[in-house]
Structures are given as C-alpha cells and as structure tokens.
C-alpha cells in the first residue's frame, strides 16, 4: 500500500489539530495505513492540498478535488467510529 498524506487542520494549525493528529495516527497504526500526517491551518489548506490523500479538519472547509472530514468527534468523542471509519474506508 502506498503511503498516505493526511493533512489534518484547524483555526490555527496548533491546539485542536494536536489532539485530532494524534489519534488519527492512533488509528492508522491500529488499521495498518501507512500515512504521515501533517497539521497545517485552514488557510493554508489551498496551497497544501495538492500532495494530499484526505483532509481531517475541526472546522469548516470545502473541496471538489479532495476528500475532507469534519472530525469533530476527536475533539468530543461522539460519532468517533464513524469518522474513523470514514478515513479508513477513504485511506484503504
């Protein structure tokens, strides 16, 4: 399987993508997806997406080029399996 580029993305590329980065590779490991994952800002998602497989983001954002997740879910834990099954579904 070819390695994945996950971009995962909020307000300021610092607090929130922390958490939701972290267990997203939590569950990439636990479904053996190859993928780094990169935390960015929202902003900057037009210049990143690109190189990217799947955008992961906690805030709203929009593309007809790439698949994208509001994962709020990492941040709360309601409706988590379902995201995660989204990105594997997505990622596979």
């Given amino acids: 399987m070819n390695k994945k580029h996950i971009?995962?993305?909020c307000g300021t590329?610092?607090?929130t993508s922390t958490v939701v980065s972290m267990r997203v590779q939590e569950e990439l490991a636990k479904n053996?997806?190859?993928a780094t994952v990169e935390q960015c800002k929202v902003?900057?998602?037009p210049s990143k997406v690109g190189n990217a497989d799947l955008v992961v983001t906690t805030t709203s954002y929009e593309s007809d080029s790439?698949?994208?997740i509001r994962a709020l879910s990492f941040l709360t834990?309601?409706?988590?399996e379902e995201d995660v099954q989204k990105i594997v579904?997505?990622?596979k």
């Fill in 66 to 68: 790439i698949p994208v």
């Fill in 77 to 80: 834990g309601i409706g988590i």
């Fill in 7 to 9: 971009l995962i993305a």
């Fill in 32 to 34: 053996n997806i190859p």
């Fill in 89 to 91: 579904e997505i990622l």
């Fill in 43 to 45: 902003s900057e998602l």
């Fill in 13 to 15: 590329g610092v607090a």
